[in-house]
């Protein structure tokens, strides 16, 4: 039988708003698997005892038990993310660093990465704020 995990949506919430320091500290890059039109934005490797949290249609969040954010993961990253909302389309090529059967980002295109991000942060919080006073309970 799988344990429940109650999730602090206020938590998650602030640590999403500092996505970009949690990112930098934890050493998480963007990972883009076009076989699947998957995006990660994780460390090489996210803890077994996570588990995928649903913010939206688009954004689901990799939590552990004590509700700290581990990743973020985007189903459909092209033909659904960025073909109904223009302000991801202009990163669709950034991802040209082959890296364990993954895409990555050059080191020359960071900066496009940094803004990515920012707009990954600002999505994930709009659907966030809207719950952030609750607390969710989900499968592990």
């Not at 993954?102 to 809207?130: N, Y």
Request: contains cysteine; aromatic residues 10%; proline residues 1%.
């Amino acid at each position: 039988m799988q344990a429940a995990i109650k999730l602090n949506i206020k938590k998650l919430s602030e640590q999403v708003a500092s996505l970009e320091d949690i990112s930098k500290k934890k050493k998480w890059q963007f990972f883009y698997d076009s076989d699947l039109d998957q995006l990660y934005l994780t460390p090489d490797v996210v803890k077994k005892d996570c588990v995928l949290y649903s913010v939206n249609n688009e954004f689901s969040i990799y939590v552990d038990k004590q509700s700290n954010i581990e990743g973020v993961f985007v189903e459909y990253f092209k033909t659904n993310l960025s073909s109904h909302n223009s302000r991801f389309k202009a990163f669709n090529n950034i991802f040209t660093v082959e890296t364990n059967g993954l895409e990555t980002v050059s080191e020359k295109k960071q900066d496009k990465a940094e803004i990515l991000k920012e707009l990954v942060k600002v999505e994930m919080l709009s659907s966030l704020v809207k719950s952030h006073n609750q607390q969710v309970t989900i499968a592990s």
